[in-house]
Antibody, heavy 119, light 109 residues
Framework: QLQLQESGPGLVKPSETLSLTCTVS??????????WGWIRQPPGKGLEWIGS???????YYNPSLKSRVTISVDTSKNQFSLKLSSVTAADTAVYYC???????????WGQGTLVTVSS | EIVMTQSPATLSVSPGERATLSCRAS??????LAWYQQKPGQAPRLLIYGASTRATGIPARFSGSGSGTEFTLTISSLQSEDFAVYYC???????????FGQGTKLEIK
């Protein structure tokens, strides 16, 4: 059974870079069938897609975040990572990683990790 | 950007009754729509993809319908575990750009 687990600092200072890693277990991140994605959810609010990556390194980003986002993949560790630069309080959210089926829907999801931007 | 609008924001229904949730797209997304269920403190769970195909392990009381700009998620006989927030998500763009509705909270009446 495929599982995803987010990890990284829970507190980031304003103007710094948020860095998270998603570790995939129970399956290979190098599968040709899937992309992998990051989605976030501010407290009490809805879901926002951040970006997606293929094992080859091909990426797609949300245009509203593109200038600040970098997603990378490490196939040797079965992981993919998110970097979001120049963060503000508006970037405070639960960050989820998920498998992207056929570049279409997200399933399954990791449990999520709360990242708070505060000095 | 394709904007997804869900209605109502909150729906109060009694256990055993039917719930009907709506999702509207700002432009046609064909049948490229998914539904998710999210319970407090948990990640979203995929319910429906392709507008009407149930994901693996999803009970038959969940059904999806619609195409183009108007979509519906129906829960035929509400169980206690169904009270949650439901989101729709479109995946019709190229290059890929995924957008979610703002959610409908299904609460016990």
């Amino acid at each position: 059974q495929l599982q995803l687990q987010e990890s990284g600092p829970g507190l980031v200072k304003p103007s710094e870079t948020l860095s998270l890693t998603c570790t995939v277990s129970g399956g290979s991140i190098s599968s040709s069938s899937y992309y992998w994605g990051w989605i976030r959810q501010p407290p009490g609010k809805g879901l926002e897609w951040i970006g997606s990556i293929y094992y080859s390194g091909s990426t797609y980003y949300n245009p509203s975040l593109k200038s600040r986002v970098t997603i990378s993949v490490d196939t040797s560790k079965n992981q993919f990572s998110l970097k979001l630069s120049s963060v503000t309080a508006a970037d405070t959210a639960v960050y989820y990683c998920a498998r992207l089926q056929r570049l279409n829907w997200f399933d399954p999801w990791g449990q999520g990790t709360l990242v708070t931007v505060s000095s | 950007e394709i904007v997804m609008t869900q209605s109502p924001a909150t729906l109060s229904v009694s256990p055993g009754e039917r719930a009907t949730l709506s999702c509207r797209a700002s432009q046609s997304v064909s049948s490229n729509l998914a539904w998710y269920q999210q319970k407090p403190g948990q990640a979203p769970r995929l319910l429906i993809y392709g507008a009407s195909t149930r994901a693996t392990g999803i009970p038959a009381r969940f059904s999806g319908s619609g195409s183009g700009t108007e979509f519906t998620l129906t829960i035929s006989s509400l169980q206690s575990e169904d009270f949650a927030v439901y989101y729709c998500q479109q995946y019709n763009n190229w290059p890929p750009e995924y957008t979610f509705g703002q959610g409908t909270k299904l609460e016990i009446k």
